[in-house]
C-alpha cells in the first residue's frame, strides 16, 4: 500500500493553522498512524487509529479520515512543531509509510 | 517507563551481515506486544524491515525477505535484527520499536535511539 503525503514541505509561522494529508493507494480504514520527526531524533507517535490522540502528546494536534484520505491538523502552531511530519498505514503487511512532510518556518 | 537500548556495530562491510539488538526495559517483552525494526535511508525513507511476537510469529517485509532474520530472547528481554549479504543500499539508521496491536489500535509508540549503520570497505 503506497502513501503519499502532501505538501512535501510546507512554510509557516507561529501561530498558525496547517493540515498535512496522507492519500492510500487502497482503503486501510482507520489503520494510519501520525508522527513527527526531529533531525537526530527517533519518531515520535502523535496520532493512531486515524483520530486518537497520543498520551502526552499536546491537543492543538488532531487527526482525522478513514478509508484513503487523512489529514493531520496542528491547530496553532509552536515554535517545537517544525519538524518533519510521516503517516503510516498498519492496515496490511508490509507496513508502510508516507515519504514525509518537512514543516519549516 | 518502558525503554528500548539498541547497541550494534555502526560499521559493517559489503557482503557482510548485519546484526543489532534491542534490549527493553521497564516492561516484559513477553506481554503481548510485536517489537519491530525499521531502517530510515535519504534515499527510501522510513522503511518497515519486519516484527516479532515471541508466540505469534514473524512478519518480514517482502523486499528484504531472505536477507533479514528477526529472533527474540524471552530470557534476556531482547530482539535483534541480522540482515545478510549487505550492500551500500542498507546503509540507514536503524530503529527498534514496540509494535502495539490491540483490538483496532495499531501503532509504533515507543523507538530506540537508533543506530547509524554505513556499509563500506
Known amino acids: 500500500i503506497q502513501l503519499t503525503q502532501s505538501p512535501s514541505s510546507l512554510s509557516a509561522s507561529v501561530g498558525d493553522r496547517v493540515s498535512i494529508t496522507c492519500r492510500a493507494s487502497?482503503?486501510?480504514?482507520?489503520?494510519l498512524a501520525w508522527y513527527q520527526q526531529k533531525p537526530g531524533e527517533a519518531p515520535r507517535l502523535l496520532i493512531y487509529s486515524a483520530s486518537t490522540l497520543q498520551s502526552g502528546v499536546p491537543s492543538r494536534f488532531s487527526g482525522s479520515g478513514s478509508g484513503t484520505d487523512f489529514t493531520l491538523t496542528i491547530s496553532s502552531l509552536q515554535p517545537e512543531d517544525f519538524a518533519t511530519y510521516y503517516c503510516?498505514?498498519?492496515?496490511?503487511?508490509?507496513?508502510?509509510f508516507g515519504q514525509g512532510t518537512r514543516l519549516e518556518i | 517507563q518502558v525503554q528500548l537500548r539498541q547497541s550494534g556495530p555502526e560499521l559493517v562491510k559489503p557482503s557482510g551481515t548485519l546484526s543489532l539488538n534491542c534490549t527493553v526495559s521497564g516492561f516484559s517483552i513477553t506481554t503481548g506486544f510485536f517489537w519491530g525494526w525499521i531502517r530510515q535511508s535519504p534515499g527510501k525513507g522510513l522503511e518497515w524491515i519486519g516484527s516479532i511476537n515471541h508466540d505469534r510469529g514473524t512478519f518480514y517485509n517482502p523486499s528484504l525477505r531472505g536477507r533479514v532474520t528477526i529472533s527474540i530472547d524471552t530470557s534476556r528481554d531482547q530482539f535483534s535484527l541480522h540482515l545478510t549479504s549487505l550492500t551500500a543500499a542498507d546503509t540507514a539508521v536503524y530503529y527498534c520499536?514496540?509494535?502495539?496491536?490491540?483490538?483496532?489500535?495499531?501503532?509504533?509508540?515507543?523507538w530506540g535511539q537508533g543506530t547509524t549503520v554505513t556499509v563500506s570497505s
Open positions: 503510516q498505514q498498519l492496515d496490511s503487511y508490509p507496513y508502510t
Open positions: 487502497q482503503g486501510i480504514s482507520t489503520y
Open positions: 520499536a514496540r509494535d502495539s496491536r490491540w483490538s483496532q489500535s495499531y501503532y509504533m509508540d515507543v
